[in-house]
Each structure stands twice: as structure tokens, then as C-alpha cells.
């Protein structure tokens, strides 16, 4: 029971570990930029202009309360080793 298949894949050891936060970060800007765009279509009589500011402020806003505030204050993990 003590020994190790070595034939048995392990992903933790040969897994690239960029790959998760690549994945992690492309999940994050499919989330901001789907939220950001449903939330501005909700207000009524914006500019174009307008619509284009809020659509960034909003995909800004998720980046920051994702990687400042969820993931190193509550998870206590590092953006960058």
C-alpha cells in the first residue's frame, strides 16, 4: 500500500502550473466582460461614450475585487510568486 505506481499520472508534478492561472485569468475576463455588458444594457439614455466607460469601469472593477481583494486578502495567495 506504501509504494507508488510509477505509471500513474500525476498532474500537480507534470502539469505546467501557468496553464491554471491562465485559465484562471481567462475565466475571470469572460465573466467581467459578459457582466459588465448585461449591467450596462439594463441603463437607459447613455451615449455611446458612456456605455464604452462603463463597460471598463465595470471589467476593471472585477480584475480588482478578483486579484486585490478576494484572492490575497481572503485566500491568502500570491498574484506573482
Not at 10 to 21: A, D, H, Q, V
Not at 34 to 55: C, G
Request: aromatic share 16%.
Amino acid at each position: 500500500m506504501g509504494k507508488a505506481n510509477p505509471y500513474v499520472h500525476i498532474p500537480k508534478e507534470s502539469f505546467p502550473s501557468w496553464i491554471w492561472y491562465a485559465a484562471e485569468c481567462v475565466g475571470l475576463i469572460v465573466i467581467a466582460f459578459l457582466s459588465a455588458v448585461l449591467i450596462t444594457d439594463t441603463f437607459e439614455d447613455l451615449t455611446t461614450e458612456q456605455h464604452n466607460y462603463m463597460i471598463t469601469g465595470i471589467f476593471a472593477s472585477f480584475f480588482l475585487v478578483w486579484y486585490v481583494i478576494i484572492r490575497s486578502l481572503i485566500l491568502k495567495k500570491k498574484i506573482l510568486k
